[in-house]
Structure formats: structure tokens, C-alpha cells
């Protein structure tokens, strides 16, 4: 189907059916209850899961095929949601053009960075992309105030033309695709559970089955198998009449336009940039999240932003209180040790729980959390392969009789 | 007039005249071998074939073309495939993909952004393989991870890999250096297999003279970067020249 084997397919109707349940499926405990703070259904969450997903899976076509471990592609994300608040400013609210705007910014500059930055390989061209990337920050931050608006970042007025939109009366717009407002959220109340549908996670969610099955073309393609190529041995590409540097160099543009798409899907949810987001740990963060679900693999980059984002915003809301809450069957002195005992790996410090998490993951499955799976599910294939091996030889003996 | 003309190149490494004055001539469907002893320049002289490096003077002519300043990927697709000393392949992927990606280049150029196809649906590059495979016997493990291979097996996918791309000059680098007799014996069957199946013009250098007579039909004897003689292996064996710049260097 759709131009894919059967194996990808299913893991593409799989995915689809993830992210288009997930309103449900992240909220699997009952709102009021004392587990309802590890339900991770909310719009915010849930936008952010699939936005950081479109990163992560841009980044993995980079670093995951031809192993250029790009430290800077914060820039892109940062410049794809520039371009859209200028687009909400200038154009329109309605997040079409905005978003374009974003992919294709984002691609310019990633034409430009890439051109300069892939004459490297190794921890040069690492060095090189952080080195732009803090440049586009350190801009964004100062000189370049009057497109970044510096600190303050940037964001609408009332006083901005939006020629195509006309008047909209008072208050600030909202972004929207064609009047549908991105904030919109339908609740569904059954029984004790509550679940949120909200416009905005499923305009973006849809951006994401696309992103992610365009990146299984790609590393179906001839074009992902010279990537791999790349990978392994260039000295061999180049003498089999193969130019390494338009292929690095065509990796290295897309995975900065599906940034750049991610970027001003940031912005179409909340119209504002910041150079914040252009910083050196935000190029950090994808790198962890695909590292963390195992680069090179199709599914890992998305599982490794979503684990992140949900250790970031679940992990990090955690307090002593209600700990204190969870412990308060203990008695007293024993409750208070427990409490002190975990308050390290919550609140503030879910970095460290992040860590710990991420070591583990390096340390025990290189590939990432997709390994882990996959270890899993042979262990248990393993048992169903002995079970046929048995059912098999009685077929044999069978068949001979007859 | 040889497919390859090499005229009075000269290079030079700093204070070491690592190449002088060579002129090297490989006529068209004959295994042309060069031997000399360590230092002579044959390695030098094999990198400013295929765009390693530029030679400081002097031109290498290839089916009438110059391939001086061209990359390595523009003179493979001009007709000139390189086996390395120890294989280079693409260890992370499968036999077979390891063979396809030459056909690719073969059809699709230097580069092309070939993605909205599956690499599976690409059956006339895979039967273009498989058969290739077949051809080196290779055809039940091409579904192995290349780095899982025998360093033996290792060298005949290599091999494949440039044939596949039915190059009009392959030039091998040592291809024995360091195998033990056997392997070396099969590695010369393979190369006597594939001289009898094509019509393909090699250029071996080479350190192990076993190999280079059973092998060469002409020699050229490179010494301290310039060419002592060009002959058949039955006049090189008794050759003053040839005895003086190897053993020569014995006696010492």
C-alpha cells in the first residue's frame, strides 16, 4: 500500500492509529483521581509529542542514515518558527502559508549551513553546525532585534497589516486553518474520564503521518540506500563513481526543512518565537530523543521524543506534597526517608532521572528503545519458534506415513 | 596506442622524488602488472591514476581523455574501478545492496535524488546483482551483512563490486598482500576466472611475483620512481635490470 512493503505498512497504520487515539490512549486514568497526573492527553502535551516527533524524525534522516551528528539543528527549528510569526504578522493567520514559509526558510539557511558545514565529517562538522547554530543565536538575541525583536521574542500585535485577513475586531487573532481555530478543543466527559480533542493536535498530528511517511519512503528508496552508504564507507563511494557531498548534502537540507516544518508548527500553536529555541540545548535535546529511541531505526526518533517531552512536563510536575501523599500509608519517620530518598529524581531534578534513563539506554541498548522492543518480541518468538519446530517434524512424520 | 598512456609524470613528495619521469603504456584487454621493490613508487603512481593525488607534471590519458584533476567518483565513471590492498566495501549492508549500489551508479550517475522509488521495486538492478553474485559464487550470502564475511569472501564481493560496473581498466592494489598461500591461490583463480569470462583490461601492482607470473601478460619493473624496463613475464625473470634493483637491494 501507498508504495510500502507489507512490514511498513503495518507500522505506518500502526503509528496512525497511535496518534489518532492518543487523546485517549494518554489518558488512561480517571481526571480526579491520584494517578491523573501521569495522564499526558492534553493538548499542550500532546502537540508538543508529535511536533518534537516531526523534529526528531528530520533529524534521524541526517544522523541516523549517513551518521553526520548535526549539533545545531536547534537554527532550523528556530528559523521555521520565525518565519511563521512573520507570516502571522504580515500574510494571514491561516497556518498554511506560515508553515511553507517555515519549510522553505528553513531549507535555505540549511542549504547554506549544510554547503559550509559537510566540507567536514566527524566532530568537525559537529563543531561546525554548533558554531552557526549558536551564530543564529547570538543574532536572533541582538543585532538582528528588529526581525527577532531580540529578548522579548517575537509575537503579534494588534498594529501588524495581516493583508489577507482584513479586520478581525479587537482582540488578537487566532491562528487557524481555513476558520478552524487551533486552539478549539472538544471534551468528551465518559464516566470519570474526560479526554480533550483539540484542532491543533490533529492539524499537527496529520503533518507528522506525512513527515513520517515520507521518511519511510526515503529510507526505502535507492536515495536512503546511498545514504547508509555514506554511512559506512565513503572512500568506497567515491570510487564506485558516487559523489558523497550532493547526498550528504540533500540529507542535510530536508532534515532542516522537516525542522523547519516543526518550528512553525510551534509557532501555529502559540504564535511566538524566541531565540530560545535556537539554543545549543534544544540541538541537544534531539540528538538525545533520537539517540535515546535508536538512531537509524524508523519508529525510535518519535519514541524518544515522546518519552523526553513526557519526562519533561510529567516528571518535572512532581512535588515533595505529593509524594507525601503517595508514602502517607508509611509511618511517619519511613514516609519521610522515601520522600527524601526520590526527591532528587523529580521536580526540578527530572534532568537526572533523564540522565540515568539515558545511560541505561547507551549503556544496555545501544540501539535505543526500538532494540529493547526488538529483544523483546525475539524472546518471545523464540519460545513460538520452539513450539513450531515441534509442530512442524509432526507434520513431516505425518505426511511420510501417509 | 594503450587505453591508458601515462607520459613523464612526475611528483614529488617534499625533498622525495617519489615519481619521476614515469611512462607507463596498458594495452587494451591484457592483465598489466607493476613490480618493483618497497618504496618504488607503484602505490604513488596507482593514487595519480584514479585522483588521489595530481601528479606535478606530466599527463595520464585514459580511452583519450586526461583524468588529471578530475575526482575519484568522475574517473570511476569514466571506466575505472579500484580494488584496495585490504577491501573497502560497504560493511554495514548487505551483500547484495553491496553490489547494487554500483549498478545504481552505473545507471543513475555521480548522484542522483532517487526517492520516490522502493529499492525493491528496482528489479532490474537486483537481477543485474543477483547475477553478478552468481557470477563469484557469492549468490547464497547475499542476504549476510558484509562485515560478517571471510576477509576471502570480503575480496570477491569487492571484486564484484567493481566488475558490475564492467569497467574498461580495473586496477587492483596488492591484492594478496598479506594472505596466506591458499588464499592467495584462489584470489589468482578468481582473477584467471574473471579474465577468461570478460574481456577486461587489468593493471595489477603487486609485490608477490608468484602471483604477478601467473597472472601478467605484460611488466613494468618500477624502481626509485622511474620505469627500468617494460617486458613479457618470460623475458623479466632473467633480466640484469630487473635482478640488480631487487637483488641489488638483497645483498645488502
Known sequence: MLGLERKDTLLLIAVAFITLFAPIILNPFPAGSALAQFNAGYPDLMQRFVIFGIFAIGFNILFG????????????????????????????????PAILLSIVM??????VIGFVSLRRSGIYFSILTLAFAQMSYNLAYSVLTPITNGETGLQLTLSDPRILDGDTGGGLPVTSLFGAEMRETTTLFIGPWSWDFSVGYYFCAVLMLL???????????PFGMMLRAVKSNQQRMNYTGLNTRPYTLAAFVISGMYAGLAGGLLAAMDPLAGADRMQWTASGEVVLMTILGGAGTLIGPVLGAGFIKYFENIFSKINDGILHQWFAFMPDGLENVMVALIHPFIGKGWHLTLGIM?????????????????RTGRMFRRRDRNADHVESDAARQRAAAE | MGILEVKGVNKRFGGLQALGDVNLSVKEQTVHAIIGPNGAGKSTLLNCLVGKLIPDSGSVMFDGQSVLG?????????????????PEIFADLSVLENVMIPCFARRDG??????YETVRREAGIREQAEAMLADVNMLEKRHMTASSLSRGDKRRLEMAMCLVQEPKLLLLDEPTAGMARADTNNTIDLLKEIKAKRDITMCIIEHDMHVVFSLAERITVLAQGTPLVEETPENIK??????????????V
Open chain 1, 65 to 96: 542514515l549517513t551518521g553526520y551528528l548535526s549539533f545545531g539543528h536547534a537554527a532550523f527549528l528556530g528559523i521555521g518558527s520565525y518565519s511563521a510569526v512573520w507570516m502571522f504578522k504580515l500574510l494571514s493567520m491561516n497556518v498554511i
Open chain 1, 106 to 111: 528553513a531549507g535555505l539557511f540549511a542549504l
Open chain 1, 211 to 221: 513527515a513520517f511517511y515520507l521518511s519511510v519512503r526515503i529510507f526505502r528508496s
Open chain 1, 358 to 374: 539515558f545511560m541505561l539506554v547507551v549503556i544496555f541498548l545501544p540501539g535505543g528503545l526500538v532494540e529493547g522492543a526488538q
Open chain 2, 70 to 86: 578530475r575526482k575519484p567518483h568522475e574517473i570511476n565513471q569514466m571506466g575505472i574501478s579500484r580494488v584496495f590492498q585490504t
Open chain 2, 110 to 115: 555521480a548522484f542522483r535524488l532517487h526517492a
Open chain 2, 238 to 251: 632473467g633480466h640484469p635490470k630487473v635482478r640488480e634493483a631487487y637483488l641489488g637491494e638483497a645483498q
